[in-house]
């Protein structure tokens, strides 16, 4: 009886596998692993607390989430924070789409002044830091032309994602076999129709398992607009903070609801590759 | 027929990729309801040769004249000969994302602009022509070869074509599946379709060329009736390719 998945040949067992790996790879030790490496951490931050006599006070944390009061219900700062920062990643990342679609399709064109526009573009984003990018649209071309502080962050998240996102649609566009532009055009199709009809419903499964770790990556990436104060979650978490000193715990919470959200995301977006990879 | 204009007229065509020259004072014409093949070593150009019909391929010089249309790069009228000319490509090429069906209609309806209701009625007299109307809601991949290049040929079939060009349409398929896709050539070939065929199926050559080309090396070596090819080509090399091809 082996417990590897092949078998030998007939009447001679194969030779077990090292005592050590199947040791470390049982079922109780393994938990028994995790949870000492898990309670290791957990302790380090407890004591670490402690030698620095933090005031633990996890029981002010609800009403950040919601209040009950006199006047009903209500919903606290970081929901309120965490539903403005899913707007401005969803408005920038349709933004960026839009760019890096256009982006793709000048690269794509087969044109020098489109492909030339194209990657001056691309390394002109990728080589600036988006600190930089975001200082660049708010405190220049903010007073320039006159928008604010939102409309500045939008802007430089849909232009720093704008890049990759338009190498993932090229890339996806490229990955469907020459043989079906020239079927598309053999039967008179023009360029766009094919785009349309042909070429882009094949790409979707290439692209969605990269977009979506862009999204998550956008998501993550709004956080840095709290330095020019759009109220969004972490922003929102750092004015808590400033009123209630309680650092620990509310930069645990917000971590974790960062976590809650990229998670489900993924999560929804495996299901989505399932159903494409059936249907195809 | 009276005197008509021919199908596909050719003159003195050059092409080049870069410095290599693919094609080298090719002249050819088809008359209307022609059906020619083209055989030759592979690299000779056949297939360049039929891609530069329907803009596929562009040629460097010569004058290229398909049905009335005079074809260039940048021509405006592409998209109406293509319209006019259907291909069969040797991968198939058929849109795994539709269904038989909607691999058929989809020209119909989006570059003729014809109805749902009567592109699938279309569609379906035609992959009844190709006998295979029970596939019709299946995805390409669920087909065989065989299957697939019906379905290829029927989808060309569906934009009303006058001239269909084949590039090696039997080459990628198992041999059980050639004879099944050559039946509906043979059919298509008697309905009076003009036809351009890259093939070495001799025994499909015999039964329907009126005309047999022989390329090598980007030229046209020999044109000639069936008979006389097979029995006496004028050419020695024409000869020495039919001997390799049909020892067996």
């Known amino acids: 009886m082996s417990d590897i998945g092949i078998s030998g040949p007939i009447g001679q067992p194969l030779p077990r596998r090292p005592f050590l790996r199947r040791f470390f790879d049982s079922v109780p030790i393994s938990v028994l692993i995790y949870a000492v490496i898990v309670g290791l951490i957990g302790y380090g931050a407890y004591t670490g607390a402690q030698g620095m006599g933090y005031n633990w006070q996890w029981y002010r944390i609800p009403q950040y989430f919601y209040r009950v009061t006199d006047e009903g219900f209500q919903w606290g700062e970081i929901p309120i924070g965490l539903v403005a920062t899913i707007t401005l990643s969803v408005t920038a990342f349709l933004l960026a789409m839009l760019i890096g679609l256009v982006v793709a399709l000048l690269r794509l064109s087969g044109l020098v002044v489109g492909s030339a526009v194209a990657v001056g573009f691309l390394e002109l984003i990728r080589n600036i830091p ?11 071309l903010g007073p320039v032309f006159g928008f604010d502080r939102y409309v500045a962050s939008i802007l430089t998240l849909a232009v720093f994602h704008s890049a990759l996102i338009s190498e993932i649609l090229r890339a996806g566009i490229n990955a469907v076999p020459t043989g079906q532009w020239e079927a598309a055009k053999s039967i008179g199709m023009s360029t766009s129709q094919t785009y349309r009809y042909i070429i882009l419903p094949q790409s979707i499964r290439f692209m969605l398992p990269p977009l979506t770790g862009e999204v998550v990556h956008l998501i993550k ?17 750092r004015n808590i903070i400033s009123d209630t000193y309680m650092s620990f715990e509310i930069w645990f919470t917000i971590a974790l609801v960062y976590l809650a959200v990229t998670l489900i995301l993924s999560i929804g977006v495996s299901f989505l590759e399932k159903k494409y990879a059936v249907d195809q | 027929m009276t005197q008509s204009k021919p199908m596909i007229e050719v003159t003195n065509l050059d092409k080049y990729y870069g410095k290599f020259q693919a094609l080298k004072n090719v002249s050819l014409t088809v008359d209307q309801g022609e059906k020619v093949v083209i055989c030759g070593p592979s690299g000779s150009g056949k297939s360049t040769l039929i891609r530069c019909f329907n803009g596929l391929e562009w040629h460097s010089s010569g004058r290229l004249v398909i049905d009335g249309i005079e074809v260039y790069e940048g021509a405006k009228e592409i998209r109406e000969l293509r319209q006019e000319v259907g291909m069969v490509f040797q991968q198939f090429n058929l849109f795994p994302h539709l269904t038989v069906l909607e691999n058929l209609t989809i020209g119909p309806m989006k570059v003729r602009n014809i109805d749902r209701a009567q592109a699938e009625e279309t569609a379906r007299k035609y992959l009844e022509r190709v006998h295979i109307p029970e596939q019709a809601d299946k995805y390409p991949a669920q087909l065989s070869g ?44 008697q309905s009076g ?23 090598e090396a980007g030229q046209i070596v020999e044109v000639s009736p069936p008979d006389k090819f097979f029995t006496n080509p004028s050419s020695e090399r024409c000869r020495l390719f039919l001997d390799q091809i049909l020892e067996h």
Do not use: W
């Open chain 2, 193 to 215: 379709m003009t036809m351009v065929v890259v093939t070495h199926e001799m025994g499909f050559a015999r039964k329907v060329a009126d005309k047999m080309v022989f390329m």
């Open chain 2, 146 to 189: 065989g299957q697939q290049q019906r379905v290829a040929i029927a989808r060309s079939l569906c934009m009303e074509t006058r001239i269909m060009l084949f590039d090696e349409p039997t080459s990628a398929l198992d041999p059980e599946m050639i004879n099944e896709v050559l039946d509906v050539m043979v059919e298509l070939a």
């Open chain 1, 221 to 237: 990436s709004s956080a840095i607009v709290s330095v020019i104060a759009v109220a969004e979650l972490t922003t929102l978490g």
């Open chain 1, 130 to 140: 988006l600190l930089v990018l975001l200082y660049l649209f708010y405190y220049v």
